[in-house]
């Protein structure tokens, strides 16, 4: 009896043996898993970076420059970030056709793929903002309204009221916002591209600027409506007012005319 009272076990060795056994697998775990995952996704953006840079050599380096430190023909791409790159390349501006007052939107000429990977690239130069997420520039439930009131307040001395576009200085223009996505919409608001001021989010945060996707995307569709009758395609008071020029200015004229001949034919009988 003695003896299987010195063999019999702790009632705590159970415990010890299960606590030893968790340790070793969870050590097993961060010295393995974790590590490798991270390779991975190292691995993935290098490869992704040296993609970018043989496309960045082909088409976008003889403006600026090899290490995108630009020249006097393209600007510096240091610190723009991956957004830039996506709104650029992705609305067909660049690479550009010709150099001109204003690059304007074509059709692109990368696919998504290459486009990432030159994105990567660049921002591999420097820090800048990113492209967003689809969660950050949805404009499901954003507030109409208010980014109406924002985009009046912000926008529409250079894009007009309703996102039709309008004419700068010196051959430059506000370009139309019907058919824009709203992740370039986000992006161009993110980076301010050629003459438009940026807009981060310590300035205009991300829900506003949903907001203003929200009101563009409403007036440029079928939701919204004209209780005036002919819109003149939005265009503002410039064309509003030529219309009334020509048009009113025309029937005047004629009034006139038919006036001084009936009042000539009076005095003659």
């Known amino acids: 009896m003695k003896k299987l009272s010195a063999r019999r076990r702790h009632p705590l060795a159970a415990l010890v043996v299960l ?7 969870g050590g097993l775990y961060a ?24 496309l ?5 380096a003889s403006c600026h420059g090899t290490g995108g430190q630009g020249t006097s023909d393209g600007p510096s791409l240091v610190g723009v970030g991956s957004a830039a790159v996506d709104f650029q390349v992705g609305t067909g501006r660049m690479p550009a056709q010709q150099p001109g007052a204003q690059v304007p939107k074509k059709k692109k000429i990368y696919s998504d793929a290459d486009i990432e990977q030159l994105a990567a690239y660049i921002s591999s130069l420097g820090a800048g903002p990113v492209t967003p997420t689809k969660s950050q520039y949805s404009p499901d439930g954003a507030d109409v309204a208010k980014g109406g009131e924002l985009f009046r307040t912000n926008c529409a001395q250079c894009h007009n009221f309703a996102g039709k576009g309008g004419a700068l ?7 139309a916002l019907d058919g824009v ?3 370039h919409l986000y992006e161009a608001m993110q980076t301010g591209p050629q003459n438009m001021p940026s ?3 310590t300035v205009m945060p991300e829900k506003n600027k949903q907001d203003i996707i929200a009101y563009l995307d ?3 569709s079928d939701k919204s409506k004209t209780p005036g009758g002919l819109e003149l395609g939005g265009l503002g008071p410039v064309s509003e007012g030529l219309f009334g020029w020509v048009f009113g200015m025309g029937a005047m004229i004629v009034l006139t005319i038919w006036v001084a001949a009936r009042t000539a034919k009076a005095k003659k009988s």
Do not use: H, M
């Open 169 to 175: 200085t010196n051959g430059k223009f506000a370009p």
């Open 31 to 54: 010295a393995f898993s974790p590590s490798e995952a991270k390779a991975d996704d190292s691995s993935a953006q290098s490869l992704a970076i040296e993609e970018g840079k043989k």
């Open 56 to 60: 960045y050599a082909v088409g976008c």
């Open 218 to 220: 409403t007036v440029n």
């Open 199 to 201: 807009f981060p989010d």
């Open 19 to 25: 606590l030893f056994a968790l340790a070793v697998t």
């Open 181 to 183: 996505s709203a992740k």
